[in-house]
Structure formats: C-alpha cells, structure tokens
C-alpha cells in the first residue's frame, strides 16, 4: 500500500505553493508549519523570508493567503500578529486521511525509508558469571526499543551484544573448575527461567569459592596465573572450560532477557572473544599508520584536547607495556569488523554516559586510522543513571547494587496487585499474565519516556499508577477502547468523512494522523522518548474523547460508526507505538 501522506505534508505544501507563487526566490522556502492552541496549525516561516527580501511580512501574509486553495484540505487561513498564518482543516480531511492510514492495517501509514542504511548496534551487554545488576536496565531497554524503530523504518539492523568474556579472572575459575568439575552440573527438567536462577547461582557459589581459594593458596593462586596464559594462548582444555562459563552465563542472560520480554539470539551474542584474534592486527595498522606511537612500552594514542588534572595528555592505551591488551584494542577491532565485514554505515552503542570520553578517543583513532569517514558514522547512545527515590544511585538497603531480577519480579508483584484490584472477569492464570505484561511494561516505559541522556528516579509506586505519564495509563486507554469495541457487537468502525467533529474528535484524530512523523523521527534520533511522549498525548486525548463524546450512545447511526472508527485508529496506533517501545498492550485489564 501506498505510503499516506500526512496532514501536515498537504498543508506544507500548499503555504510552499502559494510562496512561491507571492515571491520567485520563495520557492522552495520551508513555511515552518506547526501546530498550534490558536487553530489547526502555525505557520512562521513569512517573517524571516519578508526580511529577507525586504518586504511588509503582514503584507506578504496576506498575498499569500489570496493564494492558498481552500475547501478540501484547508478550510480557513488568517493572518495572525506581524505575520503568523493561522490554519484550520477541513473535518473532511481529519477523517479521510485517517481512513487511509486505517486501511494500512499493518503500518498505519508510515512510510519505509528511501534509502536504508546497515544499522550495527551494541546494546544489552552483561558479563559472564556475574549478576545483571539495575546498571544493565538500561543500555537493554533502550536498545531494544532503537532496534524497533529502526527497523519498522526499513533500516537494516545488525545486533551485537559485546558481552565481557574475557579476562584475567577467568584464569581464577577455570582453574577452580578444573579442580572442582561438578560445580556447574545442572538438574533436569527445569524451565528457562528456573535454570537461570540456579544457573546464576553456581556461577556465584564458584566464584566466591574460587576468590577465596586465591586470595589463601599460594599454589592455587600460581596455578590460576599460568591458566590465563593458557587461555590467552588458545589451549584446547582451558578454552572448553571457559566455554562452560560463557554457556552457563548465557542460560542466566537469557533468562533475564526473556522476563524483559527481550528477544536477544545466540548469533548476535559476540562478546570481547570474538575480537580476539583481531587485537595484533589492530595495533600494527594503528603504529604503522602512525595513527599510534609507542610511549613507555606502551602503544598509545594521544589528543590534543585531553589531558590530566595536571595538564598532560591522557592516552588512549591500545597495549599495554607488558603486551596486554586494553577495551581500546578490542572495541576498535570491533569497530573494524562492524565496517568492512558487516558493512555498517551507522555503528550505535547504546552505553552509560560515564564512558563518554573513552568512545570519544576510540571514534576519534578510528577516524584517524580512516575505519570511519563520511559514509560511516558512530555514535555513543549515551545514557543516565538510575537513581532511587533519595536521588541517589539506586543501591539496597545495605547499599548493594540491585540484581536486576529482584527488581522485574517486585515490579510484576506491584502490577500484579493493581491487576487484580481492577480485574473483573479476569482468572489467577490471566491476572499473573496481565501483571507481568503491566509490570515490565511500567520498568520499560519509565525508562523510555525520560530522554536518555537525563538521570531518572525509579518509583514503583509512580510507575505502576494508573493516573500521569505511566505505561498503565496507556495500557488501560486501549484496554477501554477494546471493551468499547466489544459493547459495539455487530456495529464496525465505518469513517464517514461528511460528518462535522467535536472539537475532541478533531484534536485526537489530528494528534493520530502525525503518527508517521513521531516514528520517523523517532528513528532517525535514536529518541524513544519522543515516541513516548506521542503515545502519552494521544491517550490524553482519547481521554477527553471520551468524556466529551458518547460513542455508543452516539445521536445517530453514522456518528456511532465514525466514533468507533476513531477509538480503533487509537487503539491501533497506541499497540504499534507501544510495540515499537518493547511494551505489551493487553486486551483486558
């Protein structure tokens, strides 16, 4: 189906055809359309262009009005203050281009990119045998929610989850492993989430058993040292051994994953190992392009804008003095690979803000080393920190960081009771559904709606209220136009363009029809929150529909009709919006 053009779009290129036609060098002159409380829409873009060609910007108003073709699309303009238009719509419009975006039951409207691009993002990105914590919430929420986007756009999307699987503690817990070979058996039976738990468990029984064998025997410690030598050199049995710690890392990872309601592969899972074999080249092409110089036994680059409380430069250390390799060689290597194998011409990593100027000074060496350039760009999705209701870094009681279980299931535990509070004809088995849906839901979309870069609170309380900017709120709007729909029975949503509006028809339905717009730039920003903030308008203002306007009991047949046509072009945008955020919209609540 052909892509619907927007509203918006008509309006803007009627103003451009009537500048045009007012004033030669206008043509092509954006009108700056908006919209706005005075009428449908604003446009401003006469009074810079009056400036410019030296001209009464009132006077220039209203020669352009004289152009404009009204009846159809445009109903009345007016010249506003020193120059402003003034735009209502005509109700017929309102309902026929949201009849067409209707018809496109699968997209409602929003157009696929010209010219897609090869989209690499890093997100969702733990460490092997160890918890997932409340600092991993983001970086996968957001993630995901990118990763919708862009590819409901027609964005090719590659994902990478650069798990932390490598390293010196690994030497550590092989060798415990070795010693000690039924530490990770496993019971039968169990089921995904069970065996994540008891899978976390192990690794953290091992681990902790492992750190103290260490840290008391000298032998064992010596021991563990020449096994990370073993691993870094490839020998068979340490690297079979470190494969049971990635797998059994993986069955936890996946867990977690599966009650965010996350699908994360197995082949998108290329942690800093896979990079391995990469690291030597990586620094021969960095020190023989000069890109990289040697500085005390170590391959370094250096940058003129960043130095040290005292004044001297800090370096990126590519390797180490003693032949060891850093996050600088791995990710840069990373970032080869993402450009000449996958063929990315956007790298995004979606990674806290506190890692700023490391991904400043890599993008920076890749730059120099000629990985990125004009048709390759990277770019740090930069996020906050979640912070508890003190504004301080979330931490528990006794100031340990949250496991990231503890904190869904709580959330499913609150939802859960508002559930059942609200539930009607609802069953336990329904209500323990519904409650996850609405409690993952509510983690997801609080972290969504705040603009990433900014810090946000974590407030269960807020989160899982059915009044302000919460996913429940929306939730339970689709959930009221569902059981309205139900109630219909045998009478359809038909749109009947003749129809004149309500001023609350007219709002909704114009705030629906700049659904395209919102996931565009959604998109193209890598902002999840712009869609959020959409979504939470247009159920504020299905809200209002519904108190000013009966639609059941609607004065006639035809108005019955459109007013149901009105609710499902909601409810269909409110479950594609909140699909591409990651979030359910269940039927019932």
Same mark, same amino acid.
């Given at each position: 189906?052909?892509?619907?053009?927007?509203?918006?779009?008509?309006?803007?290129?009627? =103003?451009?055809?009537?500048?045009?036609?007012?004033?030669?060098?206008?043509?092509?002159?954006?009108?700056?359309?908006?919209?706005?409380?005075?009428?449908?829409?604003?446009?401003?873009?006469?009074?810079?262009?009056?400036?410019?060609?030296?001209?009464?910007?009132?006077?220039?108003?209203?020669?352009?009005?004289?152009?404009?073709?009204? $009846?159809?699309?445009?109903?009345?303009?007016?010249? +506003?203050?020193?120059? #402003?238009?003034?735009?209502?719509?005509?109700?017929?419009?309102?309902?026929?281009?949201?009849?067409?975006? @209707?018809?496109?039951?699968?997209? =409602?409207?929003?157009?696929?990119?010209?010219?897609?691009?090869?989209?690499?993002?890093?997100?969702?990105?733990?460490?092997?045998?160890?918890?997932?914590?409340?600092?991993?919430?983001?970086? *996968?929420?957001?993630?995901? +929610?990118?990763?919708?986007?862009?590819?409901?756009?027609?964005?090719?999307?590659?994902?990478?989850?650069?798990?932390?699987?490598?390293?010196?503690? #690994?030497?550590?817990?092989?060798?415990?492993?070795?010693?000690?070979?039924?530490?990770?058996?496993?019971?039968?039976?169990?089921?995904?989430?069970?065996?994540?738990?008891?899978?976390?468990?192990?690794?953290?029984?091992?681990?902790?058993?492992?750190?103290?064998?260490?840290?008391?025997?000298?032998?064992?410690?010596?021991? /563990?040292?020449?096994?990370?030598?073993?691993?870094?050199?490839?020998?068979?049995?340490?690297?079979?051994?470190?494969?049971?710690?990635?797998?059994?890392?993986?069955?936890?990872?996946?867990?977690?994953?599966?009650?965010?309601?996350?699908?994360?592969?197995?082949?998108?899972?290329?942690?800093?190992?896979?990079?391995?074999?990469?690291?030597?080249?990586?620094?021969?092409?960095?020190?023989?392009?000069?890109?990289?110089?040697?500085?005390?036994?170590?391959?370094?680059?250096?940058?003129?804008?960043?130095?040290?409380?005292?004044?001297?430069?800090?370096?990126?250390?590519?390797?180490?003095?003693? $032949?060891?390799?850093? @996050?600088?060689?791995?990710?840069?290597?990373?970032?080869?690979?993402?450009?000449?194998?996958?063929?990315?011409?956007?790298?995004?990593?979606?990674?806290?803000?506190?890692?700023?100027?490391?991904?400043?000074?890599? #993008?920076?060496?890749?730059?120099?080393?000629?990985?990125?350039?004009?048709?390759?760009? /990277?770019?740090?999705?930069?996020? $906050?920190?979640?912070?508890?209701?003190?504004?301080?870094?979330?931490?528990?009681?006794?100031?340990?960081?949250?496991?990231?279980?503890?904190?869904?299931?709580?959330?499913?535990?609150?939802?859960?009771?508002?559930?059942?509070?609200? *539930?009607?004809?609802? +069953?336990?088995?329904?209500?323990?559904?519904?409650?996850?849906?609405?409690?993952?839901?509510?983690?997801? @979309?609080?972290?969504?709606?705040? +603009?990433?870069?900014?810090?946000?609170?974590?407030?269960?309380?807020?989160?899982?209220?059915?009044?302000?900017?919460?996913?429940?709120?929306?939730?339970?709007?689709?959930?009221?136009?569902?059981?309205?729909?139900?109630?219909?029975?045998?009478?359809?949503?038909?749109?009947?363009?003749?129809?004149?509006?309500?001023?609350?028809?007219?709002?909704?339905?114009?705030?629906?029809?700049? #659904?395209?717009?919102?996931?565009?730039?959604?998109?193209?920003?890598?902002?999840?929150?712009?869609?959020?903030?959409?979504? @939470?308008?247009?159920?504020?203002?299905?809200?209002?529909?519904?108190?000013?306007?009966?639609?059941?009991?609607?004065?006639?047949?035809?108005?019955?009709?459109?007013?149901?046509?009105?609710?499902?072009?909601?409810?269909?945008?409110?479950?594609?919006?909140? /699909?591409?955020?990651?979030?359910?919209?269940?039927?019932?609540?």
């Amino acid at each position: 189906m052909a892509p619907v053009t927007s509203l918006t779009d008509l309006v803007s290129q009627r =103003l451009t055809d009537a500048l045009a036609s007012s004033l030669p060098e206008a043509d092509g002159v954006d009108p700056l359309l908006r919209r706005s409380d005075r009428a449908d829409f604003q446009a401003n873009g006469i009074l810079a262009l009056a400036k410019k060609a030296k001209a009464n910007p009132r006077e220039l108003a209203t020669q352009v009005v004289e152009r404009i073709t009204t $009846g159809d699309v445009i109903k009345d303009v007016e010249v +506003s203050g020193p120059g #402003f238009l003034n735009i209502t719509i005509t109700d017929k419009a309102i309902t026929e281009n949201l009849a067409a975006r @209707y018809a496109d039951t699968d997209r =409602l409207g929003v157009p696929l990119a010209a010219h897609p691009g090869t989209t690499v993002i890093d997100y969702a990105q733990p460490n092997v045998a160890k918890e997932m914590h409340v600092g991993h919430l983001r970086s *996968a929420v957001i993630g995901d +929610s990118v990763v919708q986007l862009l590819e409901f756009t027609g964005e090719n999307v590659v994902r990478r989850h650069h798990i932390g699987d490598w390293g010196t503690q #690994f030497g550590m817990l092989i060798q415990y492993l070795i010693e000690h070979p039924h530490e990770l058996d496993h019971k039968t039976g169990e089921d995904l989430q069970a065996s994540g738990e008891e899978a976390m468990s192990n690794l953290n029984r091992l681990y902790k058993a492992s750190r103290v064998l260490f840290d008391s025997d000298e032998e064992f410690k010596t021991r /563990a040292r020449r096994r990370v030598v073993d691993l870094q050199a490839g020998d068979p049995e340490t690297l079979a051994m470190w494969q049971k710690f990635v797998d059994e890392s993986k069955i936890y990872f996946y867990s977690v994953f599966d009650k965010l309601d996350m699908e994360i592969l197995d082949a998108d899972v290329v942690g800093e190992s896979g990079y391995n074999d990469m690291l030597q080249e990586t620094c021969r092409l960095l020190e023989e392009s000069g890109v990289a110089v040697r500085s005390e036994g170590a391959l370094c680059v250096f940058f003129d804008d960043v130095k040290g409380p005292d004044g001297n430069p800090v370096p990126l250390i590519v390797q180490k003095s003693d $032949g060891g390799f850093g @996050y600088a060689a791995t990710d840069l290597s990373a970032i080869r690979d993402r450009v000449f194998n996958l063929k990315a011409t956007s790298i995004i990593y979606v990674v806290d803000a506190r890692q700023s100027l490391h991904f400043k000074m890599v #993008f920076e060496t890749a730059r120099r080393a000629g990985w990125l350039n004009d048709d390759v760009k /990277a770019y740090q999705l930069a996020f $906050g920190t979640v912070l508890g209701k003190d504004g301080k870094p979330f931490k528990t009681r006794e100031g340990e960081t949250v496991r990231l279980v503890d904190l869904l299931d709580e959330a499913i535990d609150r939802a859960s009771a508002v559930v059942r509070e609200k *539930a009607q004809d609802l +069953s336990e088995e329904e209500i323990a559904e519904r409650g996850t849906q609405v409690g993952i839901g509510a983690v997801k @979309y609080a972290d969504l709606s705040t +603009s990433a870069n900014r810090d946000y609170k974590f407030d269960l309380d807020q989160m899982v209220s059915l009044n302000g900017d919460t996913s429940v709120y929306l939730q339970y709007a689709y959930a009221r136009i569902q059981s309205i729909l139900r109630k219909a029975g045998d009478v359809r949503p038909v749109a009947h363009p003749a129809l004149e509006l309500a001023d609350a028809e007219r709002a909704l339905g114009l705030h629906a029809d700049s #659904f395209a717009e919102v996931v565009a730039e959604a998109a193209s920003e890598y902002a999840p929150h712009k869609l959020a903030a959409y979504l @939470y308008q247009l159920a504020s203002l299905y809200t209002s529909f519904y108190d000013k306007c009966p639609v059941l009991k609607a004065e006639t047949p035809q108005q019955v009709e459109n007013r149901l046509f009105l609710c499902d072009v909601t409810a269909r945008t409110l479950h594609q919006g909140m /699909a591409l955020l990651g979030i359910r919209t269940p039927e019932r609540l």
